[in-house]
Structure formats: C-alpha cells, structure tokens
T-cell receptor, first 114, second 114 residues
Framework: DAKTTQPPSMDCAEGRAANLPCNHS???????VYWYRQIHSQGPQYIIH???NNETNEMASLIITEDRKSSTLILPHATLRDTAVYYC???????????????FGQGTILTVHP | NAGVMQNPRHLVRRRGQEARLRCSPM?????VYWYRQLPEEGLKFMVY????????ESGMPKERFSAEFPKEGPSILRIQQVVRGDSAAYFC????????????FGSGTRLTVV
C-alpha cells in the first residue's frame, strides 16, 4: 500500500470548516483513499473513502485531486466532539472486495477550539 | 444491531500469565482483523482471519501470540507468558469481506501487565 503524509497537528475553531490534507504521491491506480479517526483512545471510526471522484456523506467530504496524489478531508462545521486523530490511508480493494490490512500512519491531531 | 464487541474492556495480568482477548464481529461479518496500539503510538496490524482460516498474520509476533476465529463463537487473540511490553490497547475490527466499505472497529481491550 502507498505511503501517506499528513501534518502532525491542526487547529480549528468550532463551527468552522476543518480541512485536513493528505499527500499520497505514490498511489496506484487501484488504490482507494480511506479516512478514519480515533477519538481519545476509542476504536477507530470509519469516515469516508474514495477512488478518484469527490465523495460526500453525513460526516464529511473527500476531495481528491485529479492526479490523485493528494486529498483533503473536509469537516464542514467542526464541533468540539470532532477533536481526534485523523488517519489517511490508501489501500487496494481487490476485485471489489474489502481486502486485507489497513496501514495506519501517525495521522493528524485535530483540535477544535471553542 | 450490535457493533463489534470486545471483552474484557480492561485486563490486568501478571508477567508470565496468559491473556485471552475476545472479539465478536458484527452480525453478518465473517472477516476479523486485530490491531495493537502501544502507548503513544499508532495502530499496528497484527492478523486477518476469516472463519476458521488465518489469511494474513504478517503483523503477529513470532512467539507467544496466536489468533483463531472458530466456526462458532468469537475470535480469540491469545498471548502466552505476557511481558510488560505487551501492555497496549488491542482493537478488533470486522467486515463482510465484500464491497468497498471500511471496517467497523470495537472499543478495544486494554491490557496491562504488572
């Protein structure tokens, strides 16, 4: 799986959008971009994933650049409860099946301030 | 629909004892993954199992650690002759093995070796 690079920490004011970047310059054509978060030593929580199109769900939006070498996770209206470590992971989905391990890096510690 | 259930939540063992960590996947999920998170570190993949089969154990220490996922019952991560360095949070995740969705993680078992 390709390696990802994320800033170690970011701050955001409550109610504002949080934009978390991720570089994955060695991503392969069949690798998806996944985002997870871990709130204070709880189990990681799936947020969103995508291949090349932008994606949106009830939690967040994922913007993937056209060359797929980087992406941005957007939390549109951050709350204090969004304070967590956010992980960007690239992974092969083999033949449309959920496959194999996730390789977690150090992630970005997002702190949302009142 | 219960999520991934791990028990116990907290486990204290003396050096040299055995630790057994249990994981019941979500209903309908036949794929289980175990991860370890050492204090102040990221999550590390340990093992990936389907019912009665180990698919990928590339992250398992060579000695003292074993995992199983029997036809009936929960997945078990077993650590024999525990040492202080085994103190960590152990997370289990499950999936259907199909589709492009992320895993669902449990809340973890925090093992403390004294």
């Amino acid at each position: 799986d390709a390696k990802t690079t994320q800033p170690p920490s970011m701050d955001c004011a409550e109610g504002r959008a949080a934009n978390l970047p991720c570089n994955h310059s060695t991503i392969s054509g069949n690798e998806y971009v996944y985002w997870y978060r871990q709130i204070h030593s709880q189990g990681p929580q799936y947020i969103i994933h995508g291949l090349k199109n932008n994606e949106t769900n009830e939690m967040a939006s994922l913007i993937i650049t056209e060359d797929r070498k980087s992406s941005t996770l957007i939390l549109p209206h951050a709350t204090l409860r969004d304070t967590a470590v956010y992980y960007c992971i690239v992974r092969v989905n083999a033949g449309g099946t959920s496959y194999g391990k996730l390789t977690f890096g150090q992630g970005t510690i997002l702190t949302v301030h009142p | 629909n219960a999520g991934v259930m791990q028990n116990p939540r907290h486990l204290v063992r003396r050096r040299g004892q055995e630790a057994r960590l249990r994981c019941s996947p979500m209903k309908g999920h036949s794929h289980v993954y175990w991860y370890r998170q050492l204090p102040e570190e990221g999550l590390k993949f340990m093992v990936y199992l389907q019912k009665e089969n180990i698919i990928d154990e590339s992250g398992m220490p060579k000695e003292r650690f074993s995992a199983e996922f029997p036809k009936e019952g929960p997945s078990i991560l077993r650590i024999q002759q525990v040492v202080r360095g085994d103190s960590a949070a152990y997370f289990c995740a499950s999936s259907t093995g199909k589709g492009n969705y992320g895993y669902t993680f449990g809340s973890g078992t925090r093992l403390t070796v004294v």
